[in-house]
């Protein structure tokens, strides 16, 4: 299995740029999950799907940001427009979201707007 | 607001020792408890996984839980330098979602 794929690595953009981050996650697990890591904050969940369906988006900062979950093997997280506090490192999850379910972790992009 | 604590360290353990790194949470309901391995650039893996009161061992590694206390702890015996990272204590809430503490750093010195 590959694991969780998560596309670009790394992000640089000018502020006000749209910034599209990908993901597919794990083949079978009907969960994914969107976290931000900084170091003031450390890791905090964005948005939760499951089978495709957004079930919590608390926390997603603002308007300013937005996921879909088109089909099970494809996700994107954007932000339009992007700002340098938005600079961070985005992960993505998933897992098979049955109880006491691990999440397994992609590698991240690193978001820096400047 | 469900919170998850820890100390953000870093904590210090010669190699060979044992290292014990704590965390708390605010959710009385939590029932399920996990702690993951961060290396410094890399993505957060699981070590670790957590549900009954008392102790769970896997090789080097125990986790322990007390849910009327509110804590969850790992300890790592034979510390060694590749234990050296960042570790994180996560909490399944509602939705199966997990809320992560900041973490707490480890240094193993050889």
């Known amino acids: 299995d590959a694991g969780v794929i998560q596309s670009p690595r790394h992000e640089v953009t000018e502020m006000g740029q749209e910034v599209t981050l990908r993901c597919k996650p794990i083949s079978g697990h009907n969960s994914l999950f969107w976290y931000r890591q900084t170091m003031m904050r450390g890791l905090e969940l964005l948005i939760y799907?499951?089978?495709?369906?957004?079930?919590?988006d608390s926390g997603m900062p603002e308007d300013r940001f937005s996921a879909k979950m088109p089909n099970a093997s494809f996700s994107t997280l954007k932000i339009q427009p992007s700002e340098p506090r938005d600079s961070a490192v985005y992960f993505c999850?998933?897992?098979?979201?049955?109880?006491?379910?691990?999440?397994?972790f992609g590698q991240g992009t690193r978001l820096t707007v400047v | 607001q469900k919170e998850v604590e820890q100390n953000s360290g870093p904590l210090s353990v010669p190699e060979g020792a044992i290292a014990s790194l704590n965390c708390t949470y605010s959710?009385?309901?939590?029932?399920?408890f996990f702690w993951y391995r961060q290396y410094s650039g890399k993505s957060p893996e699981l070590i670790m996984s957590?549900?009954?009161?008392g102790d769970k061992e896997d090789g080097r590694f125990t986790a322990q839980l007390n849910k009327a206390s509110q804590y969850v702890s790992l300890l790592i015996r034979d510390s060694q330098p590749s234990d050296s990272a960042t570790y994180l204590c996560a909490v399944l809430g509602r939705y199966s979602t997990l809320t992560f503490g900041k973490g707490t750093m480890l240094l193993v010195s050889p």
């Open positions: 957590i549900y009954s009161n």
């Open positions: 959710d009385r309901g939590s029932q399920s």
């Open positions: 799907f499951n089978n495709n369906v957004p079930i919590d």
């Open positions: 999850a998933s897992s098979t979201g049955t109880v006491n379910t691990e999440a397994f």
